[in-house]
């Protein structure tokens, strides 16, 4: 064919020769290359398609991880789908549903339903506060529950793929050396268990160090955990239900990249409905029990109130590992390893009013929100005036209380400290012990 081509083409020049100045040649020359042209096409479409096209060449290892990684994705995970959320544009509005609001820094939370971020609040970065008045302000003058949203960079580590407690501290020493620090585990049987750190000070001018608590099933300090009593007081438990809620805490912080906490510790009002309200008499004096209970009166329709887990403490530890202390002149500098004099302690100077100080060495409890200087990013009083029980079990019959508390010194006893007692201690430390919600 491309014989016959050039041929004609010789042709066709050569009598081009001779009738160079005829314009109707010229025309009949360009007819004539352009029907050479299609038939050419046709013919090249034609024998194209009598072959079986072959795919690009693929690197073996790559090609088998993807038919792998397909394989368990069909096999053994349920994807779920994001949320379509409104978006809530301006402050100060009730979101009706949730809904999911932008900062300045275009940085995003999730509002739950009910709640609104108060018009004065600083960005994400500062401790955002939400409440349940739409017209509420940073100094609670409208009294609505107000919390503040804790970022969760890495909400989840999945090790549902090994099979031993090794391989699993294995990959969450690896994602934590990566400065990733995971707030839960998702496990073989697809439950989740809460990853627990230590904190210390490399040194008092340079940083603080993560230590993660090593995951076993037989580890004294572990959650969602079950301990001896739960049955006989907590009315409707079952064997699954702290699991059950732990899961469905992670599902959504996972969703959401962070949470919400109480910006005050837990009060009550006249009905017993838990508040995070300032100005309040923190409820203490109580059972863990009750406070568990207590704390999830604040859940309505898709909104759910419950006490802090360990995991989440530290978290918010975690977002505030940088905060220095500037109060103390030896030792630590950070607020979450050395907390004097950024809380209520016994070792504490507070100015009540013009005409009253608590003096250091004298313990007094505050109430909720009432010391000033007590507020770290918009939260009031994790570190002192009174322990906080949260979810983390110790032991087979203990409950871990965080932050210490107004009898205590701010260095032996700073944010992140951790203490235990039985949920249904009725010693004289009890008056010194309440709780703090979370909300999702």
Known sequence: MKKDIIFIVKILR?????????????????????????????????TFSNHTPKTLPMHNEENVEANVTVENTIKNEIVEQPENLPTLKNKGEIAKVRSVYTDENFKTVTVPAGYA???????????MVISNVADDDLDNSKEGNQFVWIPVETPVLDVSKLDNEIDINDAISESVSNKKYPMALKLADGNYKGVLYRFESINEDTATKVNFIAYSEGNNEREPANIDDNGANVAGWTQTSYQEEFNALVKRVKNDGGFWVARFETSVDSNNVAQSKQNQKVLTNTSWYNLYTTQKSLTKGTTTSHMIWGCQWDQIMIWMKDIRNNNVVQGSRYFIINSSNMGNYLNTEIKISEDQTKRAGEAFRFKSGEVGGAMIKNIYDLAGNVWEWTMEANFTNSRTVRGGDCSYDGESYPVSARFSFKPTYTGEKLENIGSRMILY
């Open 117 to 127: 971020i108060i018009k004065d609040s600083p960005n994400t970065n500062d401790g």
């Open 14 to 46: 050569k009598r081009e020769e001779n009738f160079m100045n005829s314009k109707t040649m010229n025309i009949v020359l360009m007819v004539i290359i352009a029907l050479i042209l299609v038939v050419t096409v046709v013919i090249a479409v034609m």
